[in-house]
């Protein structure tokens, strides 16, 4: 009776021990959970408060009627429109390049990844000088395109160029360790059962990436509508041409309108809103999947 006892004192001592070298003190935990909620009041919900409340200060109308002015129009239709030509090329371009990547073995695919992961690497304002040293009207390729009759800087496709060059990795680089993972075998399966390639990819491929691919499209997203360094570079700040929303931001606050510009940034704060929204609900619903698959 006395050793069983003995026994239990030691395990119960053992099991203490345990506990106190591998979990953190009560006020270490305390401690923590303090700083990050100070931080994301002061560098989060405090700006969010500070905008909202900038942009409804003097009411709707006031709020409306900075909406539908004419520059802040044309400056969310060329957002949109920028986003909508953007986001579905860099989707093309992710898949094809996470699909070679990841599926194949050849010759220079380390400088593919790196060329890939360069847009992390530079500065937007030295990308948007890279293409008015090679676009501009004294660029490598100005005076022929001045020939042509073809603009690019201080025009729309320049600022096409310079936001899809910043958002190419997000697709990309959410898909390659998705399909590493994935590995192959399924596609070989599939192929050698005699379905086609575009069969294999609309019914195999596809499906298993679709989660994935729906994340990176979000984050694509997100980057294309707040680009601002590289786009201010391009763009030329031409009002109601040139301007995406946050530059047209920018001038008004600029011009000490500073009501008309929280009322575009609580529209641009807005759509980043939605998709943080949609962002959780596509990690809750992979979340969940994985969880079903390991049951």
């Not at 201010?232 to 600029?254: D, F, K, Q, W």
């Amino acid at each position: 009776m006395t050793t069983s006892t003995t026994v239990l004192e030691t395990n119960d001592t053992l099991a203490t021990r345990w506990r106190r070298a591998t979990e953190e003190p009560a006020w270490l935990r305390l401690t923590l959970i303090g700083v990050a909620l100070t931080f994301l009041a002061l560098f989060l919900v405090l700006p969010l408060t500070v905008v909202l409340y900038g942009a409804f200060e003097q009411g709707l109308d006031v709020w409306y009627a900075a909406i539908r002015d004419p520059d802040a129009m044309a400056a969310i239709r060329l957002t949109l429109l920028i986003v909508a030509i953007v986001v579905p090329l860099n989707t093309l371009f992710g898949i094809a390049a996470a699909w070679a990547i990841a599926k194949f073995e050849f010759r220079g695919k380390p400088i593919l990844i790196s060329l890939i992961d360069m847009p992390f690497a530079i500065s937007p304002v030295v990308v948007g000088l890279i293409f008015v040293i090679l676009f501009g009207s004294q660029g490598w390729l100005g005076p022929w395109l001045s020939s042509h009759d073809l603009r690019i800087i201080f025009a729309v496709p320049g600022i096409v160029i310079v936001i899809a060059f910043g958002t190419l990795p997000f697709i990309a680089r959410e898909l390659i360790p998705l399909m590493q993972q994935q590995g192959k075998e399924e596609e070989e399966a599939s192929l050698t059962l005699g379905a086609s390639g575009w069969k294999t990819f609309w019914y195999v491929t596809l499906p298993n990436i679709k989660w994935g691919l729906i994340y990176g499209i979000i984050l694509c997203n997100a980057r294309a509508m707040g680009e601002f360094g590289a786009v201010a570079v391009v763009s030329g700040r031409i009002r109601g041409e040139t301007n995406t929303m946050p530059l047209h931001i920018e001038v008004l606050y600029n011009e000490y309108m500073f009501t008309a510009a929280f009322a575009v940034s609580s529209l641009l704060t807005g759509l980043a809103l939605v998709t943080i929204a949609i962002k959780s609900v596509v990690e809750w619903h992979d979340e969940r999947r994985q969880r079903l698959a390991a049951n």
